[in-house]
């Protein structure tokens, strides 16, 4: 095996092509947050970024995207925005823990790879797999919505036949080039990063790197990486943003808010549904909502599949890393932090 190490805008076009074409070869590995696009627009923001380019006798086998971190234990690309991670391959095997070591790491650290990744399964954490919920909409939007419980269909329909009627008319826009909208949804983020109360919660908006790349991402076209910004508004007034990527699988949800004024009418949980009714008459099939708990997605989520956390050393004898990198992960009641806390609080969801 041989690994050349490089930024990720110092990848051209046949390099570019590669990537795609290994993307196609796993449903896995077909999220957005696995595509060039993401890569390219962290790595404009962040020196830090990475990407590892393995070889097998002269032949690109794959690419593994990374940000290098303390005591050189890398971290996802797009840490903690990134809700899928692992290699992108062209399906032959790969040695994990060489492909490491090549790239001059101690470590390498993950939290939301596709447990169908099989190179990835001897470093697992421990009981550190976990289900990330999505909606299949294959079919009409009247038979995805009889396949929901019957309370949530009924307490839907209330809520905005009554914030229609106390309110004024509900309007949807699909993907909003407006920058004021993106200033709202970053405006309700922040408000809600501060209520929670935590002390060293990662918050994405006090971030300038985050937000230029969430910006980057919020305009990006390409097919397999599009930014989507869904508006909901009633009598003209902004009630529920979401932030989205969009890839060819389907969508992914990212960051969504609301009017907290509203709380009463539920309306992130319209606009979900809302999304939902217009991505099947677009002709998307699919929304992943990643990892956690949240309630919302259990109400709007078909299906799961399974994801985990770990971390490939070069040495795995290096135990002292590995005290390291999960100090670095976990606080010392084993929830995750920055990663899963701050993807359940970019996801938060009032019902």
Request: aromatic share 10%.
């Amino acid at each position: 095996m041989q690994v050349e190490v490089v930024r990720p805008d110092d990848l051209g076009p046949s390099e570019a092509a590669l990537w795609t074409k290994f993307q196609e070869t796993s449903a896995s590995t077909l999220s957005p947050f696995l595509s060039l696009t993401f890569a390219q627009a962290v790595g404009r923001s962040r020196p830090t970024a990475r990407v590892a380019v393995i070889q097998e006798d002269g032949s690109i086998e794959g690419f593994l995207p990374f940000e290098v971190g303390q005591h050189r234990i890398a971290r996802p690309m797009g840490w903690p925005m990134n809700d899928v991670q692992g290699f992108i391959g062209s399906g032959n095997p790969i040695d994990a823990g060489a492909a490491v070591r090549k790239s001059g790491l101690r470590a390498w650290t993950f939290d939301n790879v596709p447990t169908s990744q099989s190179a990835l399964v001897p470093y697992y954490y421990r009981g550190a797999t976990f289900q990330s919920q999505f909606a299949d909409l294959r079919g009409s939007y009247d038979s995805y919505l009889e396949s929901r419980n019957k309370s949530v269909r009924i307490g839907v329909t209330r809520k905005r036949r009554a914030l229609e009627r106390d309110v004024g008319e509900v309007s949807f826009e699909w993907n909003s080039s407006n920058p004021e909208h993106f200033q709202q949804l970053e405006a309700w983020k922040s408000l809600q990063y501060a209520s929670t109360g935590v002390t060293g919660l990662y918050d994405v908006f006090s971030d300038p790197s985050s937000v230029r790349i969430l910006k980057e991402l919020a305009a990006a076209v390409d097919h397999n990486c599009r930014g989507v910004t869904n508006v909901l508004k009633v009598d003209g007034q902004l009630i529920a943003i979401h932030l989205g990527l969009l890839g060819p699988r389907g969508l992914s949800a990212w960051f969504p808010a609301f009017n907290t004024e509203f709380s009463r009418f539920s309306p992130g949980l319209l606009l979900w549904f809302t999304i939902a009714q217009d991505s099947i008459e677009r002709g998307i099939t699919r929304i992943d909502f990643g990892g956690g708990d949240e309630g919302y997605k259990h109400q709007l989520a078909t299906g799961s599949f399974e994801l985990a956390r770990g971390c490939v050393w070069a040495n795995r004898a290096e135990n002292a890393g590995r005290t390291i990198s999960r100090r670095i992960i976990y606080d010392t009641s084993g929830r995750v932090r920055g990663s899963t806390f701050a993807r359940s609080l970019r996801g938060a969801q009032r019902t």
